[in-house]
């Protein structure tokens, strides 16, 4: 390489890219620092990868207890006192449901029970909903196990048809076509107040909403028998409204109270729900902060390679200090050699942290399958798979931090090197 070839290339030129490329491919015996560059890229990528899949996880946790919960629940709730009169209700569901974005307005009860079996007594929660707005409720009417909604309300077995949670159920030990007894604390009304009241219900389906609160938990009633049994007396607790977008629920309460009347309440999900939400908020972008200072270690990593291995190049620079190399040009020689395991383990971590959040179900059968032992607990998680939902913005986010660090980390060996006394070096080599 002439004097006027190192003087006159341009910044990042074809040059300076070899000799960075040749430093980082040179062997130990050659002044090289493969193992430490490899070490450097394995933390790199193990650190992006855990970075991805950590919040891609996180990420999926939510969008399903959100599509659960507000798929079970409701959007926004509306409660006052149109709900004691039915012609004033039954106006307010019908302006309701001619909101724009609102798919559904259910009247419904809610109140505890205790649920007897022939094995089994334990508590349960009781909905009333009409067989219309039941068959409506995807999440239930689409995940029947045993049975169907057909009998609902209309007493298929010669009895009150009721359709219970899947795990409920077999803690009961019921199935379609079996006898329940639910008790009401408070449905007989005398003149000494209200007294519980036993009635006998029959089976009609079993569900399973993939979450085991719900589905060890809950019984669906018709709205008029539920009335009876808790001694509504043709009233209920509330107006639940489904919308297009849970999201848009806050923005649509001005509208919708407006069509409910001036007497109504209007609150949605994320009033009721206001510390759940928020704590697992608070818990994403914690879990966010900590696995990015992993990110931070493991590119300060590249630190310790470059300074050796701008100890061991010390003739080489010196020598292309006196054809004509200028500082800058040893600079960026050195910080290409660091960004480049910066950049390739980042592109690797990328690779790596996606693919495993694409088939995080495959490899969680499998590890269940490997060490015999149940990787996501349902009764403790209350879902019943591990879920991942990969958000390209927060990956986005991610690959550019660590791209970032990696660089930041760069500049300070590759600073030193071009303060390099070319004398000096020499002198000690």
Same mark, same amino acid.
């Given at each position: 390489m002439s004097e006027g070839a190192a003087t006159n290339a341009p910044p990042f030129g074809r040059w300076e890219r070899m000799l960075a490329s040749r430093y980082l491919r040179a062997k130990k015996s050659e002044g090289g620092v493969a193992l430490i560059s490899i070490i450097s890229f394995t933390g790199v990528t193990l650190a992006v990868a855990i970075l991805i899949i950590v919040m891609s996880v996180m990420n999926g946790f939510r969008a399903e207890l959100l599509n659960k919960i507000l798929g079970f629940n409701g959007h926004v709730f509306v409660t006052g006192g149109l709900l004691d009169n039915?012609?004033?209700?039954d106006a307010a569901v019908a302006r309701i449901e001619k909101v724009p974005s609102v798919t559904q307005a259910i009247p419904v009860i809610e109140a505890q029970a205790i649920a007897m079996g022939p094995t089994q007594i334990t508590g &349960? #929660?009781?909905?009333g909903l009409t067989p219309k707005d039941l068959?409506?409720?995807?999440?239930? +009417?689409?995940?029947?196990?045993?049975?169907?909604?057909?009998?609902?309300?209309?007493?298929?077995?010669?009895?009150d048809v009721v359709v219970v949670g899947a795990r409920l159920a077999e803690q009961l030990g019921v199935k379609p076509g079996d006898n329940i007894s639910l008790i009401s604390p408070s449905g007989g009304a005398t003149a000494f107040g209200g007294t519980p009241l036993q009635k006998a219900y029959v089976v009609g389906a079993t569900f399973t909403a993939g979450m085991s609160q719900y589905?060890?938990?809950y019984i669906f009633m018709p709205l008029d028998q539920a009335q009876l049994f808790f001694g509504r007396e043709g009233s209920v607790d &509330? #107006?639940?409204?489904?919308l297009t977008d849970p999201d848009k629920a806050e923005g649509l309460k001005? +509208?919708?109270n407006r069509a409910a009347g001036p007497t109504a309440l209007v609150a949605d999900w994320t009033q009721r729900d206001a510390s759940y939400w928020g704590a697992l908020k608070v818990e994403r972008n914690v879990m966010r902060l900590i696995l990015m200072m992993l990110v931070v270690i493991a590119a300060m990593n590249i630190i310790s390679g470059l300074v050796m291995l701008v100890k061991n190049k010390g003739r080489d620079i010196a020598i292309l200090r006196t054809i004509g190399a200028g500082q800058g040009a040893i600079l960026r020689i050195f910080f290409m050699a660091g960004a480049a395991i910066g950049a390739a383990g980042t592109l690797a971590g990328l690779a790596l942290g996606?693919?495993?959040?694409?088939?995080i179900d495959p490899i969680q059968s499998f590890v269940e399958w490997a060490t015999g032992q149940q990787v996501f607990a349902s009764d403790v998680y209350f879902l019943s798979r591990l879920p991942a939902k990969v958000?390209?913005?927060?990956?986005?986010?991610?690959?550019?931090?660590?791209l970032a660090m990696s660089m930041v980390w760069t500049l300070p060996p590759a600073w030193r090197a071009s303060r390099l006394d070319p004398v000096e070096a020499l002198r000690y080599e």
């Open positions: 039915a012609a004033m209700r &349960a #929660i009781v909905r068959a409506q409720t995807r999440i239930v +009417a689409g995940n029947i196990t045993k049975g169907d909604l057909r009998g609902f309300g209309q007493g298929q077995y010669g009895g589905d060890q938990a &509330a #107006i639940e409204v489904r001005a +509208a919708i996606v693919l495993v959040s694409i088939y958000d390209w913005l927060e990956v986005t986010i991610i690959v550019g931090f660590s």
